[in-house]
């Protein structure tokens, strides 16, 4: 775990640079730029393609707290100031997922661009925000994962939010863990770092085949859902959260669900599209050529 980037003294003052609000801030300004130039060399106009991109992120941001209220609400009634905070912390991933999707699509709309394609475009930036903000989380100890006694474990230092876990449940031993042992933990950031690459190859490849559009995207958006509902029974459950135990499968599999059922309704309706259209009976063969037997 490495939280702290770099420590200077300056003018008399130390400055900090952690790793977490470094890797998001990196996050938040590359995504949405790769995603507009993505869709520049793919057609929809790139001006306008980033204005989308940048409008999804900003309501994003606001989803994103917005269902780290229902799921954290123990911590904002202890200190209602987190709401407004301007940290990096108290966000739920996909309630940012969700309503930036709503708002791009009101957005692309409204400036007259391609939904669809422009959603596939997103995608390379997608993958890009989620690989940077889970090296920030990773590097910073959080979203870690259960205890495991499988090879590629992690061992996070004492003091760790890990290690503050494990000695407030007991889990890894009262014991052992008042004296600096941590044991090792499911790297649950890289898992989901890998499901983010995997999933976004596979859009990436169906968009080189000419699938149709909005085929990659809700491709890649069910692939994620899925290894985030996987994920989710491997990642540790702090004290932190009160939302009900069920919360986040059945909102994951619901998800799921409701991107498939427009996965489908896309194909089928792309299909009919393509077929071609005829405005009567078919035409008869013509008769055979006649042969010349003298």
């Known amino acids: 775990m490495r939280a702290e980037l770099i420590r200077l003294t300056l003018g008399g003052s130390e400055h900090v640079l952690r790793a977490y609000g470094t890797f998001y801030a990196l996050a938040f300004v590359l995504s949405p730029l790769l995603a507009a130039w993505v869709a520049s060399r793919r057609g929809p106009g790139g001006r306008r393609a980033l204005m989308v991109y940048a409008g999804a992120l900003a309501s994003g941001i606001a989803g994103a707290r917005a269902l780290d209220l229902f799921v954290a609400g123990g911590l904002y ?39 669809w394609r422009l959603a596939d475009s997103a995608v390379p930036g997608l993958v890009l925000g989620l690989v ?18 499988l090879p590629w474990g992690v061992v996070y230092p004492a003091g760790s939010p890990a290690w503050t876990h494990q000695l407030t449940t007991g889990a890894g031993g009262v014991l052992g863990t008042l004296l600096g042992t941590v044991r090792p933990v499911h790297p649950t950031q890289l898992y989901e770092m890998a499901g983010a690459l995997a999933c976004g190859a596979a859009a990436w490849w169906l968009m080189r ?9 809700l491709a890649f958006a069910l692939g994620f859902t899925l290894v985030r ?36 309704w896309r194909t089928r309706r792309a299909a009919t599209e393509r077929r071609p259209m005829h405005d009567g009976p078919p035409t008869p063969p013509l008769p055979p050529p006649e042969v010349d037997r003298d």
């Open 77 to 115: 009634a202890e200190d209602p100031s987190r709401i407004w905070g301007l940290s990096f912390t108290g966000f739920s991933l996909y309630g940012g997922l969700v309503l930036a999707t709503l708002a791009a699509i009101a957005l692309a709309r409204a400036l007259r661009q391609p939904v």
């Open 132 to 149: 940077l903000m889970r090296v920030g989380c990773f590097l910073n100890g959080c979203c870690f994962g259960r205890i495991t006694d």
């Open 209 to 217: 085949r000419r699938a149709p559009d909005g085929v990659p995207f």
């Open 229 to 264: 509902l996987g994920n989710h029974f491997l990642r540790a459950w702090t004290n932190t959260i009160t939302a009900p135990p069920w919360f986040y499968p059945a909102f994951y599999v619901t998800l799921a669900l409701v991107i498939a059922a427009v996965l489908g």
